[in-house]
């Protein structure tokens, strides 16, 4: 903590910046957990009303990792 | 099991429980199922306290060249500022530094007191003081994010991710799971798991001691060994107060940076 440098352009509070790429990691983490929880979820909930065992669990889960890639290709992506 | 927990416990409650986490009541002294003003509230309020004149005492008369006080508050402050608000947010994002600022301090302090000696009970090990600062932080950016964009335009951006319309359904519940369900969760319970396991951990060994020693007389060097490595946890535990209060600061800057950013 010492000797604290300025950032980059002295006070840092002139013109806009690119946002920074920090934080991307847990983004891309959470967008593939919430896809299957979500997807998954969903889909267990079909399966419980629909008396199956748990196909459309594992789909909707399947689908939900295919759309938090895809969310994560948008978002974060070029 | 608990047979074998209940030899054990001759002398020392020893498989420690969340009861553990539950201390006497302080005013009025000693009773147990009166939680207004216990030891957790009191080290909040002395957290507070510390915080507070700390700040004010070291910017009291404020020098170009600082004094040693003045220099430790400007480069924590720095550090915030630097490091977490400008390096997340942007140029934007030195308004938000002071919150930060204090958010960690509070954090950090709070943490700290698990391994003081003495006091060993953080704060933050009862889910009620991350989830509070959870939802502050929860809040913010969301508010932060409405007046920068307007409602309808932020819950757009925030939920509407550019992709073609069929694909929609499938990506929008994804979204605000992620962005609005899972993350006062995750800062919550990532801080508040974290102090609780230290807690924890802190206590098996200790207790796990004074259990071993008092079963079995042959047991002695395994119960120093278990000391010792209590030691060595602290300094473990130490570590971890100082990540966890970064790791909360560090997230909710990156929250207020998805908030405040424009479609690209």
Known sequence: MTGQKPPHESRGDNGSDPPPDTGMGMTAVSYLIAGILVWGGIGWLVDHYAGT?????????????AGGVYLIVRRLGA | MTGQSIVLAADVPFPPSV?????????????????????????????????????????????????KRQWIAESVYGFVRNNVAVDMIGPAGVRFAPYLTTLFMFILLNNFWGIVPFVQMSPNSH?????????????????????????????KHALIPPAPWFILPLLIP???????????????????????????????FTLG?????SANAWLAPVSVLSWALTIALTMLEFLVICLQAYVFTVLTASYVQGALADEH
Request: without cysteine; aromatic residues 20%.
């Open chain 2, 209 to 213: 001691g004074f259990a071993m020693i």
């Open chain 2, 127 to 155: 889910i009620a003081f991350p989830a509070v600062l959870a939802v502050i932080s929860y809040v913010m950016f969301i508010y932060v994010g409405i007046r920068h964009h307007g409602f309808f335009k932020y819950f």
């Open chain 2, 19 to 67: 009861e553990d986490f539950y201390l006497p009541s302080i005013l009025p002294w000693g009773a147990h199922d009166n939680y207004w003003f216990t030891k957790i509230t009191l080290l909040v309020w002395v957290t507070v306290a510390l915080l507070i004149v700390f700040f004010l005492a070291a910017y009291r008369k404020p020098q170009l060249v600082p004094t």
């Open chain 1, 53 to 65: 065992e748990g196909i459309f669990a594992g789909i909707g889960a399947v689908l939900g990792v």
């Open chain 2, 174 to 204: 994804i979204e605000l799971f992620s962005n609005f369900i899972v993350r006062p969760f995750s800062l919550a319970v990532r801080l508040f798991a974290n102090m609780f396991a230290g807690h924890m951990l802190l206590l098996v």
